[in-house]
T-cell receptor, first 114, second 112 residues
Framework: SAVISQKPSRDICQRGTSLTIQCQVD?????MFWYRQQPGQSLTLIATANQGSEATYESGFVIDKFPISRPNLTFSTLTVSNMSPEDSSIYLC???????????FGPGTRLLVL | AQSVTQPDIHITVSEGASLELRCNYSYGATPYLFWYVQSPGQGLQLLLK??????LVQGIKGFEAEFKRSQSSFNLRKPSVHWSDAAEYFC??????????FGAGTTVTVRA
């Protein structure tokens, strides 16, 4: 498995501002993903973070709203831009080590937008 | 595309009693199947996974799950529940593209 950390663990932000969430893994991994978990809901995949190229976004998510970087095989960032209260969610980073399709998750970032 | 259904939104079980959580999937071939647990305020922890082979898989914390192709199911079981098992449980399916689809989750409450 992999050990994954996320920063910040939680934040309270004002609408119209942006927040960048960091995801750090203790080993090089093939795939990194970003998920959103809205209050009381399941997980929805936002995008796959590709090392050295643009992220691959799922339907309903766009780069202007959720820009993602992945400068190397152990680190990625997700920015939530121009936030509104509807962006209040838990944002989770996950990684796949290539063993089947097993994904391991970080502890999540709990975001509240006022 | 694959999908996952967890029919039970909320289950209450007495401490020491057995627990079974249902998961049904929709996918044309044999999928990759997973169960994750999310304790309050925590991220997701992998309980167990099925790729192929023996249809009864053992996981951490005393959990097991059985893959039944004929029923498109992957139910999670635990013979004796502990209070610390109170959490949200998610079933997930992968279809070979490294993306996982998650069920809506089942909340487990353990009463003393």
């Amino acid at each position: 498995s992999a050990v994954i950390s996320q920063k910040p663990s939680r934040d309270i932000c004002q609408r119209g501002t942006s927040l960048t969430i960091q995801c750090q893994v203790d080993s090089q991994v093939t795939m990194m993903f970003w998920y959103r978990q809205q209050p009381g809901q399941s997980l929805t995949l936002i995008a796959t973070a590709n090392q050295g190229s643009e992220a691959t976004y799922e339907s309903g998510f766009v780069i202007d709203k959720f820009p993602i970087s992945r400068p190397n095989l152990t680190f990625s960032t997700l920015t939530v831009s121009n936030m509104s209260p509807e962006d209040s969610s838990i944002y989770l980073c996950s990684v796949s080590t290539g063993q089947g399709e097993t994904q391991y998750f970080g502890p999540g970032t709990r975001l509240l937008v006022l | 595309a694959q999908s996952v259904t967890q029919p039970d939104i909320h289950i209450t079980v007495s401490e020491g009693a057995s627990l079974e959580l249902r998961c049904n999937y929709s996918y044309g071939a044999t999928p990759y199947l997973f169960w994750y647990v999310q304790s309050p305020g925590q991220g997701l922890q992998l309980l167990l996974k099925y790729f192929s082979g023996d249809t009864l898989v053992q996981g951490i914390k005393g959990f097991e799950a059985e893959f039944k192709r004929s029923q498109s199911s992957f139910n999670l079981r635990k013979p004796s529940v502990h209070w610390s098992d109170a959490a949200e449980y998610f079933c997930a399916v992968g279809a070979g593209d490294y993306k996982l689809s998650f069920g809506a989750g089942t909340t487990v409450t353990v009463r003393a």
